[in-house]
């Protein structure tokens, strides 16, 4: 996957929210993407997954321009977890495979290694009880860590070979955020990753770390590659988070 002097405007807009990105990454390869909000990783995977075209330049799959590629095929290709996502008032297991037919052992088994307790007490129908009470007086309201599981699972669930996952832990409380790290290699497996985070801590496991900043690339290399470059951005990120957990 390539990225060649990509620059990208808004509709509307004259701001470069992202200015000649260069970025090449292989497949089966885990990059985490950190940089102050603002700084365009959002934008940078709403390009990848071509929901805008690059206002100059151009992306890459397998040297092929990816606007050459059938839209839908291209699609097929990633499993997302964007910041807004949704789930609906409608059983569990649905939402998981975003059908109302579904293969319940892989969908029971998403939801484990995305950390979510099926057989809790509150979900006393399993996958088919309904979340929240817009259809059914019996549905649960559940917590927003818990929807990020869910959508997590959701993810998983297509088995697509890109998993893109834009913050996917900001809902979680501390525990349930370690559990997902600890786990992530096994979550991930062989999929080709892409992973987005303000948090640095949540990053040392990805083979690749790429800092944006005011939408640049400014460093890249793994974390204890870029810690020791004390005078860059991501040693003033993780210096600035570090007393956090000190
Ligand atoms: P990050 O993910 O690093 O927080 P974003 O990619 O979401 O950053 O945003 C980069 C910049 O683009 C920000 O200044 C943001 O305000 C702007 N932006 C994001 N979405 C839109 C939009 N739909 N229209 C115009 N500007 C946008």
Redesign the pocket.
């Known amino acids: 996957m390539e990225f060649k002097d990509v620059s990208f405007c808004?509709?509307g807009?004259d701001?470069k929210?992202l200015d000649h990105v260069n970025l090449k990454f292989r497949i089966g390869e885990k990059l985490a993407i950190v940089?102050?909000?603002?700084?365009?990783?959002?934008?940078?995977i709403?390009l990848l997954c071509r929901l805008y075209d690059p206002t100059e330049g151009e992306i890459l799959l397998n040297g092929i321009n990816i606007k050459k590629y059938k839209y839908k095929e291209y699609m097929s290709v990633f499993s997302v977890v964007f910041q807004d996502f949704k789930l609906f008032a409608l059983p569990l297991g649905q939402n998981v495979a975003a059908s109302t037919e579904y293969d319940a052992d892989k969908v029971q088994e998403c939801l484990k290694l995305a950390g979510f307790d099926v057989h809790s007490d509150r979900m006393k129908k399993g996958l088919d009880t309904w979340l929240y009470k817009d259809c059914d007086a019996d549905g649960v309201n559940i917590s927003g860590g818990e929807e990020q599981k869910i959508a997590l699972a959701r993810a998983l669930y297509q088995n697509a070979a890109f998993l893109i996952l834009?913050e996917p832990t900001a809902a979680l409380d501390p525990i349930a955020e370690a559990e997902v790290y600890s786990s992530f290699n096994e979550i991930v497996g062989d999929r080709t990753a892409v992973y987005?985070s303000?948090r640095l801590s949540s990053c040392r496991f990805c083979d690749e770390i790429v800092v944006?900043d005011r939408?640049r690339i400014v460093q890249q290399g793994t974390h204890e590659e870029l810690v020791e470059q004390t005078n860059c951005k991501y040693y003033e990120l993780w210096s600035a988070q570090a007393k956090y957990y000190a």
């Open positions: 808004y509709p807009t701001r929210v940089g102050e909000n603002g700084s365009g990783k959002s934008t940078f709403k834009d987005i303000h944006f939408g």
